[in-house]
């Protein structure tokens, strides 16, 4: 008889075997930690990200308009609940969480540091924001933990309309008046390098790559994900006849890929650290909303005591 196989034994097994980890099995502390970080990251960003776009609802320029919009963002704060339940399975609070973004102990992502000035810049965020956190999206379905990877499908569904719906707004702009079309130039200008900054410093640069790839948490890397956006969206960049603000974009026949210029990484370090155009601004928001919808909870609570 062979002799029983450990945790970590079985753990790495499952993991090898492409088999989903879900919240009752055994997993490793650096494994369940790291998941944590992750998707209680990606949930703020999710909710953090509300803001920049919330604040055009009232302003879009037609009804149709804001209902779309009113549901798009909406839709983020559904993805931000998804992504807490998730991270709850493996033993952390909401509460705990949320304490966490407010101190500035937990990131969210750093473009939604970045101010939304125009109805342009709506558009944009739906075309390159969206487009960029679903091709991040799409591979994390394949992600190791069932919770995670399930909250991915229906999550990408979604953002596919968000994508859709920016791409719209931008091609709108770009068949209307000079104004228009300067408009929806100048969001791109704006909006364009920060989305790259989205997939995260590079793959040498990582602190978490090489565990979570081995781990399968992540199933591609932030570089390979950053090129799969870029070689996406120059075509339907040049289909609104727009350009991208980058002289070293190129169409590279060897590789097959697009090779462009280098990001500014000290921005992007910048930005991350807190010191953003909007960063205190996106905090003291939630902070305030949080202490606004306190009596929402404790009403919720109160019923749910009365009807034990
Ligand atoms: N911003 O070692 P890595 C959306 C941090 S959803 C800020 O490479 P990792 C929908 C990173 O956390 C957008 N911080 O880290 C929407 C780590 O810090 P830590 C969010 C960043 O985890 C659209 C440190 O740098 N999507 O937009 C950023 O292996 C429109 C070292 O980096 C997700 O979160 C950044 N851009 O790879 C909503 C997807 N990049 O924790 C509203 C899930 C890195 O050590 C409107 N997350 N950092 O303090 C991921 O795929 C990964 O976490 C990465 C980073 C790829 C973001």
Not at 12 to 33: F, L, N, S, T, V
Not at 59 to 78: C, F, I, M, N, W
Not at 84 to 105: D, F, H, P, V
Not at 264 to 276: H, K, L, N, Q, Y
Request: overall charge negative; some cysteine; aromatic content about 10%.
């Amino acid at each position: 008889m062979s002799p029983a196989l450990s945790h970590e034994e079985i753990f790495a097994g499952r993991i090898a075997a492409d088999e989903r980890i879900e919240p009752k099995d055994w997993m490793p502390e650096g494994y369940r930690r790291n998941l944590i970080r992750q998707i209680s990251q990606h949930a703020h960003s999710e909710v953090i990200g509300m803001q920049p776009e919330g604040a055009w609802i009232t302003r879009a320029p037609s009804l149709k308009r804001k209902t779309v919009l009113l549901a798009k963002v909406q839709d983020e704060g559904g993805h931000g609940l998804y992504l807490y339940s998730a991270a709850e399975t493996l033993g952390t609070s909401r509460e705990e969480m949320i304490q966490a973004l407010q101190s500035g102990r937990a990131k969210y992502a750093s473009i939604f540091n970045y101010p939304c000035m125009s109805w342009g810049d709506v558009g944009a965020i739906g075309w390159l924001v969206d487009g960029a956190a679903i091709v991040n999206q799409i591979s994390l379905q394949q992600t190791s933990y069932g919770p995670y990877a399930r909250a991915m499908v229906r999550i990408c569904k979604e953002e596919s309309f968000h994508q859709r719906q920016g791409y719209d707004i931008m091609l709108n702009l770009c068949r209307g008046s000079g104004e228009q079309i300067a408009m929806a130039q100048d969001a791109l200008d704006r909006w364009w390098w920060p989305s790259l900054m989205m997939f995260g410093p590079h793959d040498a640069e990582s602190a978490h790559s090489s565990r979570s790839m081995a781990w399968k948490i992540k199933r591609q890397s932030n570089d390979e994900l950053r090129q799969k956006f870029v070689d996406q969206t120059v075509p339907q960049a040049e289909f609104l006849g727009l350009r991208i603000p980058d002289p070293k974009l190129q169409w590279n026949e060897e590789r097959g890929h697009y090779d462009f210029g280098e990001i500014d990484w000290e921005e992007f370090a910048r930005v991350v650290a807190g010191d953003g155009p909007c960063n205190a601004e996106r905090i003291d928001h939630h902070v305030r909303a949080h202490e606004d919808g306190a009596w929402v909870r404790k009403a919720m609570l109160a019923y749910e005591e009365r009807h034990r």
